[in-house]
């Protein structure tokens, strides 16, 4: 499975993103997918991910009522609307395909929100 994000950049606080990753290869029909991110030294962090079966949409507490995870109808790309930015969101994202113990990530995109 090869995962390609798009979508960062440079926005002001307040300002919004929309990211995008999209699955290729060996795309399993049920699986996770998701966003971390990962600050200048900070540890790598859960920020949403999105299951084609059993719970709905998952959210950190710090992103809530801000960031929209959604997927497209084929299933193979998700996508991170990232609404009223705030400088602390500034990170590089990585989306990641999850089924099971099978696991993989994208290289990431750096998204910055400038103050």
């Known amino acids: 499975v090869q995962l390609v994000e798009s979508g960062g950049g440079l926005v002001q606080a307040g300002g919004s993103l929309r990211l995008s990753c999209t699955a290729s290869?060996?795309?399993?029909?049920?699986?996770?997918m998701g966003w971390y991110r990962q600050a200048p030294g900070n540890e790598r962090e859960f920020v949403a991910s999105?299951?084609?079966?059993?719970?709905?949409?998952r959210y950190a507490d710090s992103v809530k009522g801000r960031f929209t995870i959604s997927r497209d109808g084929a299933r193979s790309t998700v996508y991170l609307q990232m609404n009223n930015l705030k400088p602390e969101d500034t990170a590089v994202y990585y989306c990641y395909w999850r089924y099971g113990v099978q696991e993989y990530w994208g290289k990431g995109t750096l998204v910055t929100v400038s103050s």
């Open positions: 290869g060996s795309v399993l029909s049920i699986n996770v």
């Open positions: 999105h299951a084609t079966r059993g719970d709905g949409p």
